[in-house]
């Protein structure tokens, strides 16, 4: 299912309360991600975090969902 | 010595394909969903996907605070708890204590 989405916007949440959207590029057995134009989202306080571009290794020990085509609690 | 290479599931997950199942993350996280996949990672594929968020109201019941999330792969390695929907169900004991004669 992941590998569906490669290419694609995906809504990647962790264990924490932090989510991630971005496109992915790819991941690996460890379900470690890349992605790219991400933003990064923090649950409890309602803010947007940073918007990083550029591409990020997401390490996969920390996450919990990955949603394809998600956008994030963006209202 | 014989080892077991085999990757054996002590719990059959296909028993609840197409269920709503209930499902607890290392966080506090839950989630409920139609179980559509799984893999003996325990990731699994939850459609219909409801979410709920643990506050320092919640502690052990659920918030209003759910999120519709759709279809979902749940990491295994976060996974703490999986349980029927409709409640539990009774499975055979699989640790049979033998017995000394």
Redesign the interface.
Known sequence: ??DKCIGSRIHI?????KEIVGTLLGFDDF?NMVLEDVTEFE?TPEGRRITKLDQILLN??N????????EG?EV | DKEKKKKESIFDLSKYIDKMIRVKFQGGREASGVLKGFDPLLNLVLDGTIEYMRDPDDQLKLTEDTRQLGLVVCRGTSVVLICPQDGMEAIPNPFIQQQDG
Not at chain 1, 13 to 17: G, I, P, R, S
Not at chain 1, 63 to 70: A, N, Q
Request: zero cysteines.
């Open positions: 299912l992941v949440v962790m264990k924490t309360d379900v649950i996969g020990n996450i919990t969902m990955l949603i394809p085509g998600g609690p």
